[in-house]
């Protein structure tokens, strides 16, 4: 949904995708406007979207594609949210997707969570999804070794200076990852 939820969610699997030489596309839905509460950016659209960029870079990755739609707004776009997912689904025909819980406390991760699932039927039949949690952890699921890349999933959070202004996502991934191995 927004320029740093999927290094938060998926940045790890990410770049052990990178590091096989997949091809990974992420889509930031949002033009991350709100992501400034204190306004302490001139631009925070273009801050978050230079920091989008880097922070996919550090994963080994290419640049997000943008589609610029308000933040904090998408479950009133879910038509065209829909489409656009089904559209992305068709064009790449993934052979594992990753997109939210349905779960998810913030609402336009929980509108991309139900566009996803409403654009499922454009997916390759065998394409596996997994689903990730931003503001929690999914229960049940699957649990990914990610010691070998989370060095760089945490690399990759640091470039979100202006995300980190107001949470300490590197810390609070490190705490997170920790808590799911030992738990």
């Not at 594609?65 to 025909?93: C, F, K, N, Y």
């Not at 139900?114 to 454009?122: D, G, L, R, V």
């Not at 760089?152 to 609070?172: E, F, K, V």
Request: aromatic share 6%.
């Amino acid at each position: 949904a927004h320029p740093d939820d999927e290094v938060i969610g998926a940045g790890s699997m990410l770049a052990w995708h990178a590091a096989r030489g997949h091809q990974v596309t992420v889509v930031h839905a949002t033009d991350g406007a709100k992501g400034d509460p204190g306004n302490r950016e001139h631009d925070i659209r273009a801050v978050r979207r230079r920091e989008g960029v880097q922070a996919l870079a550090r994963l080994g990755l290419g640049d997000p594609r943008h589609w610029d739609l308000p933040d904090g707004e998408l479950p009133e776009h879910l038509d065209a949210l829909t489409a656009r997912i089904g559209e992305v689904m068709r064009e790449i025909r993934p052979r594992t997707l990753y997109s939210f819980h349905a779960g998810e406390a913030h609402r336009d991760h929980r509108a991309i969570a139900a566009a996803t699932a409403a654009a499922a039927a454009a997916l390759p039949a065998d394409c596996r999804c997994l689903l990730y949690g931003v503001n929690f952890v999914p229960p049940g699921g699957t649990l990914f070794d990610v010691t070998d890349t989370y060095p760089r999933c945490y690399h990759a959070l640091q470039a979100y200076a202006s995300q980190n202004a107001y949470i300490d996502l590197p810390g609070m991934s490190e705490h997170r990852c920790r808590a799911a191995t030992v738990n």
